[in-house]
């Protein structure tokens, strides 16, 4: 059964949009896993097949978009330093999500993360 989380983020400084990029999502994702369960996280970065996840792109706060009910899957600009943001990360395999689930638990809202080299805070 899929499992969908949502990360609210704010960036401490501009997110530049060569930083919004599916592998800087999906290197997020893994220094994530990586904080609570190191070894996860070599397993999943080493999977070659099919992942058991999936990433969205980041998504801003809707009242700055152009078209709120769209989902934004490209980026024209940077994202400005104090945007709300948010991700949604997809668990496709029950297992995963046992091994991730007190993952979301366990992040700091005071810990600092990097997308690409940019400063990110994750709020809930």
């Not at 990360?89 to 007190?102: G, K, R, V, W």
């Amino acid at each position: 059964m899929p499992y969908s989380l949502v990360l609210n983020l704010v960036p401490l400084a501009a997110i530049p949009k060569s930083h919004l990029s599916g592998r800087h999502l999906h290197a997020l994702f893994l220094d994530l896993v990586r904080s609570q369960v190191p070894e996860l996280a070599t397993i999943l970065h080493a999977q070659t097949t099919s992942k058991a996840f999936t990433l969205s792109p980041l998504q801003t706060n809707p009242a700055t978009q152009q078209s709120p009910d769209t989902l934004q899957w490209n980026h024209r600009h940077a994202i400005a330093a104090g945007s709300l943001c948010w991700w949604r990360i997809t668990l496709l395999d029950d297992t995963l999500f046992s091994q991730l689930a007190h993952l979301w638990l366990g992040l700091s809202k005071q810990q600092q993360w990097q997308l690409g080299g940019s400063p990110i805070q994750v709020t809930a």
